[in-house]
Nanobody
Framework: QVQLVESGGGLVQAGGSLRLSCAAS????????VGWYRQTTGKERDLVAH???????NYADAVKDRFTISKDNTKNTVSLQMNSLKPEDTAVYYC????????????WGQGTQVTVSS
């Protein structure tokens, strides 16, 4: 059973910073991708950033140059450093891991709320 536990969310003023962390119960090195999605009420869950096997990182255009994703395979953690936060970054942030194929499956954390006030 894969368990992902997020921490680090909260309330911050626009322009501020937050660091989200996700602790996995298994080795994150065994997954194809690890990363973060976010979701606001009534909208689909959107990719924020992820790290693909081999170390390739991808970011949503809305967060490029502001957010940085990192992972520590020795500690089985994935972090998201969020700088220059904007009110539109307000969302529930979910940590996820994706298995290798051919049967791809995503595991999700419970989510952590990030609220950016203007």
């Amino acid at each position: 059973q894969v368990q992902l536990v997020e921490s680090g969310g909260g309330l911050v003023q626009a322009g501020g910073s937050l660091r989200l962390s996700c602790a996995a119960s298994v080795s994150i090195g065994s997954f194809y991708a690890v990363g973060w999605y976010r979701q606001t009420t009534g909208k689909e869950r959107d990719l924020v950033a992820h790290v693909i096997s081999g170390g390739i990182t991808n970011y949503a255009d809305a967060v490029k140059d502001r957010f940085t994703i990192s992972k520590d395979n020795t500690k089985n953690t994935v972090s998201l450093q969020m700088n220059s936060l904007k009110p539109e970054d307000t969302a529930v942030y979910y940590c996820y891991v994706q298995t290798f194929g051919p049967r791809v499956f995503n595991y999700w954390g419970q989510g952590t709320q990030v609220t950016v006030s203007s």
